[in-house]
């Protein structure tokens, strides 16, 4: 008779016979278990980019926020009613969730502003300006300064309302359509003040920005019309810089001391509520759903060393060393334990990818590959199933 090999004998001794139907429920299982535990960890991932990733320079509406009082029959009429004090502004500066706050500078005196596009077309109007601090800005252009008798002012429009005029108003009006480009080569008119003290400056547009929906210019020129007056006297306006603008307790300080703010932050607040609950009952189906795969995958384990009782009383007698059958059993079990995860990583990968794809046509930026999170999930929970594995087979070698 011909000697069988040692693998093909302890296969033979170890293994035949046996049903894969529960090993293959189980692997099964484990598979969409652990698939839906890492698309739970993606949707936290993937919802905590939006508000503070770098995919976009802003995320969803930015961590900036500008602030004012609510206007109310009350103290409509008052516009002293409706400007912050020193006390409120540092009181905001020390809330919880208040990286930094800033004051928004209206500029005091009427600005009319005109621009001639082409020959025999052009348009006016009364025209807004405030100022921020710099460092609340988000694209500002290298020649962002001005000095009192400087005739030139660069100005900074909000990219909403280049949007606004190429699609409203100048089709209405028979006007040119302008690009970002075309309408920084072209200069305005900007006259400050009424009357015999209007003051006529040239301006320029030196950029556009997402963040602030007003027209800026520099702090600088704002205080030097305004007659140097402090900026603490007339804030009616704040922005402010916080880490988490779906901050529930943030936006109850806010209907509390009768602020309003980006009707944004209420409903990312909603949608934050919304992600967490999903996030939580999906890892929780995963988690009892992969511990009952695990638990099938032990027993079967376990029934299998079981059934071949004494087939490992036979290979101990000849030699073979507890240790010596673990590793076999292991060495057996361990690629279709890996199989499972590795079809549980690809089910990530494709789910991340299908959300880099579909978000892009809605103006969200995800990463097309999954992040850390995913990645430490998965390397997790395959060291713990190993660990189980090997802890089963050598409990049920030992019970034998």
């Not at 170890?14 to 894969?20: I, K, V, Y």
């Not at 508000?51 to 995320?59: F, P, Y």
């Not at 609340?136 to 909000?158: C, E, Q, Y």
């Amino acid at each position: 008779m011909k000697k069988l090999p040692g693998a093909e004998l302890l296969h033979t001794l170890l293994l035949r016979g046996t049903s894969g139907r529960r090993l293959w429920a189980s692997l099964i299982a484990m598979a969409i278990g652990l698939s839906l535990l890492l698309i739970a960890v993606l949707i936290w991932w993937n919802f905590n980019q939006l508000l503070h990733g770098r995919a976009t320079e802003d995320s969803l509406s930015s961590t900036f926020l500008t602030i004012s009082r609510k206007v109310t029959n009350e103290n409509m009429g008052h516009p002293e009613l409706t400007v912050f004090s020193e006390k409120e502004i540092d009181d905001l500066r020390h809330t919880p969730q208040v990286e930094d706050v800033g004051i928004v500078q209206a500029l005091k005196p009427s600005a009319y502003m005109s621009m001639e596009i082409a020959e025999g077309a052009g348009f006016s109007t009364v025209i807004i300006l405030e100022a921020v601090p710099d460092r609340f800005m988000d694209k500002r252009p290298a020649d962002w300064s001005w000095k009192p008798g400087s005739s030139t002012i660069p100005v900074i429009l909000s990219s909403s309302f280049l949007s606004l005029y190429n699609y409203v108003f100048a089709p209405s009006q028979g006007l040119p359509q302008l690009s970002e480009e075309t309408i920084k080569a072209l200069p305005f008119n900007l006259a400050v003040g009424a009357g015999s003290a209007a003051v006529n400056y040239t301006a320029r547009v030196a950029g556009f920005s997402d963040r602030i929906t007003s027209v800026l210019v520099p702090e600088a020129f704002v205080q030097y019309a305004n007659g140097n007056q402090s900026a603490n006297a007339r804030a009616s306006r704040l922005i402010v810089k916080v880490s988490d603008p779906t901050s529930t307790a943030f936006a109850e300080y806010l209907e509390a001391h009768g602020y309003v703010t980006n009707s944004e932050l209420l409903r990312w607040s909603k949608a934050r509520a919304i992600v967490q609950v999903v996030a939580i009952i999906t890892g929780v189906l995963a988690l009892l759903l992969l511990g009952i795969s695990l638990l099938v995958f032990v027993l079967f384990i376990e029934l299998t060393i079981a059934r071949a009782r004494q087939s490992v009383q036979l290979l101990q007698e000849i030699g073979y060393s507890p240790a010596s059958l673990q590793h076999y059993l292991s060495s057996r079990f361990l690629p279709l334990l890996f199989g499972a995860i590795a079809a549980s990583a690809a089910i990530g990968m494709l789910a991340q990818l299908a959300a880099w794809y579909f978000g892009a046509g809605s103006g969200l930026h995800f990463a097309a590959i999954p992040g850390w999170p995913m990645w430490a999930c998965l390397l997790i929970i395959c060291l713990l199933l190993f660990v189980q594995m090997r802890r089963a087979i050598g409990k049920a070698l030992k019970h034998v």
